[in-house]
């Protein structure tokens, strides 16, 4: 079988599995750097072992080792895949290891920063999407893809579709219950997404989403390079700070490993660290 026809069976399979678009997105980049190392048409069964690690060391010395890692990984799974539909009898990739990573401690904002966010937001649009990132911790994918149907006022809740295409149900405060009423009633347009553009009414894209967090912040005078997943970072951080359960944080941010979600524990340590240092 050639390269080219396992890559294609694969991305198959793989979209009946439920993988989401932006991971299949992110799988055809590393394809098509996987493609452009080996000659045209090369068969699956004739790479070896050690063309994948020539393949893999020609980068690695300009690569971070998570997105090296990245990279590992999709060769790791196209290999197994095609060694477990017996398109192949042995898996080159099986003996690849990905490179050791440090962890980095997610960078949140303060109580008192998220005030003063709250303050530079001008209108309902900016109030309502400020406040549901916030309040939710969604990831800024999930939030786009978001429909008004998909939110419930009267609960201070919504269905959102994470990685994986996995559903899970999280919350918002008060706060944002007023400012996403407020925002809905304004609105004169029948689209069905829950943010949308405010000139032309057309579902809010992930860019422009960005967009109005810099926009906010910009506005607020805080000196840092401001952008959503910080306030998904703040919210599991607070929450922790407030006496939440790490298995409770896990379930509402629809982390699928515990230790994704420990990483947040160890910045409520550097937190008291540094509020030590200050005070003593």
């Known amino acids: 079988m050639l390269l080219s026809e396992a890559w294609e069976n694969y991305q198959s399979d793989k979209m009946l599995e439920g993988y989401s678009l932006q991971t299949l997105k992110a799988y055809t980049v590393q394809y098509n750097l996987l493609v452009k190392h080996f000659p045209q048409e090369v068969k699956l069964e004739e790479i070896e072992h050690r063309d994948l690690k020539a ?8 690569l971070k080792p998570a997105s090296l890692g990245h990279r590992i990984r999709f060769v790791k799974s196209l290999f197994k895949w095609a060694n477990d ?7 080159p990739a099986r003996k690849l290891k990905e490179p050791k990573t440090s962890i980095r401690i997610p960078k949140f904002l303060t109580e008192k920063e998220i005030e003063y966010l709250r303050e530079a937001c001008c209108n309902s649009f900016e109030n309502a999407l400020f406040e549901f990132m916030y309040s939710t911790g969604c990831r800024i994918g999930e939030i786009v893809l978001l429909d008004k ?23 918002f405060n008060i706060r944002c219950e007023i400012w996403l009423k407020r925002y809905l009633e ?7 997404a829950l943010f949308v553009t405010e000139r032309t009414p057309r579902r809010l894209s ?41 298995e409770v944080i896990q379930n509402l941010l629809g982390h699928e490993k515990s230790e ?6 160890q910045l409520s340590g550097a937190m008291r660290r540094e509020l030590y240092r200050k005070y003593f």
């Not at 201070?156 to 996995?166: E, F, L, P, T």
């Open 186 to 192: 304004e609105r004169l347009d029948t689209n069905r």
């Open 55 to 62: 393949y893999l060391v020609k980068d690695s010395e300009r």
């Open 206 to 246: 992930i860019a422009q989403m960005r967009y109005v967090i810099k926009r906010i912040s910009s506005r607020a005078g805080i000196n840092k390079s401001i952008h959503p997943h910080q306030l998904r970072h703040s919210y599991a951080t607070h929450m922790l700070n407030n006496g939440a359960p790490l």
């Open 260 to 265: 994704t979600t420990k990483i947040y524990a």
């Open 85 to 91: 539909e017996g398109f192949i009898k042995n898996n």
């Open 149 to 171: 149907e998909s939110i419930s006022l009267e609960s201070r809740s919504a269905i959102v579709r994470g990685k994986g295409d996995k559903e899970r149900e999280v919350y």
